[in-house]
């Protein structure tokens, strides 16, 4: 079974400070982890996904995550928030096991203060 | 451009009636999901389908209704037996385990 946990469900930053949102996990098999934003009344958009390869994955919009199998961790992060990352972010988890689900956690809203 | 098309953006039902969401893709994907997002519930899995004509019940399937005759399609009819559909409805389809492709989302109300 898999789980996913996202502390925090409203984190707020001023621009150009750091952004950290926390996502924990749960998996009986090897996982694959993804963040996604969501803009207001959008679908969802990939922002970086781990698939086992590089621990530190680079994805798009300046985000980076580390996964630390030791904390069953996956956090988000990004060094200098801009007003254009107000949004939601999820984290998911899926598992190449032939059922295709995808587990997503509850969201955090992010909020960037000028 | 490749990507999912979901109609309508918006539509409002009265209570007794079903409806039916479009979702379209033009990517080549085998998979095909339905979720349903509530305001900090994240997004829950409806049916979601892997292959033409066969589709699977995901975690709050009551109530709901999908097909799957075409590779490119995966319309969800939402009955007049789900309690409480007023909601923002989300496809999304994949290759295997991996990225989601989403579509902008439809939003049902009942009046």
């Known amino acids: 079974a898999q789980s996913v946990t996202q502390l925090g469900s409203h984190v707020s930053v001023s621009e150009g400070a750091l952004v950290l949102l926390r996502c924990n996990y749960s998996?009986?098999?090897?996982?694959?982890l993804f963040w996604y934003v969501q803009y207001p009344n959008q679908g969802l958009q990939l922002l970086l996904k781990?698939?086992?390869?590089?621990?530190l994955v680079k994805g798009i919009n300046g985000f980076e995550a580390e996964f630390k199998k030791s904390e069953t961790s996956f956090h988000l992060t990004k060094p200098s928030a801009h007003m254009s990352d107000a949004a939601e972010y999820f984290c998911?988890?899926?598992?190449?096991?032939?059922?295709?689900?995808?587990?997503f956690g509850a969201g955090t809203r992010l909020f960037v203060k000028a | 451009d490749g990507g999912i098309t979901q109609s309508p953006k918006y539509l409002f039902r009265k209570e007794g009636q079903n409806v039916t969401l479009s979702c379209e893709q033009n990517?080549?994907?085998?998979?095909m999901y339905w979720y349903r997002q509530d305001p900090g519930q994240g997004l829950r899995l409806i049916y979601y389908?892997?292959?033409?004509?066969?589709?699977q019940k995901g975690d709050i399937a009551e109530g709901y209704s999908v097909s799957r005759e075409k590779k490119e399609s995966f319309p969800l009819t939402v009955t007049s037996a789900q309690k409480n559909p007023t909601a923002f409805y989300l496809c999304?389809?994949?290759?295997?385990?991996?990225?989601?492709?989403f579509g902008e989302g439809s939003r049902l109300t009942v009046l």
């Open positions: 999304a389809s994949s290759i295997e385990a991996g990225e989601l492709f």
């Open positions: 781990y698939t086992s390869a590089a621990t």
């Open positions: 389908s892997q292959i033409v004509n066969d589709f």
């Open positions: 998911a988890v899926s598992a190449n096991t032939g059922g295709f689900k995808t587990i």
């Open positions: 998996s009986s098999v090897p996982p694959y």
């Open positions: 990517l080549n994907h085998d998979a």
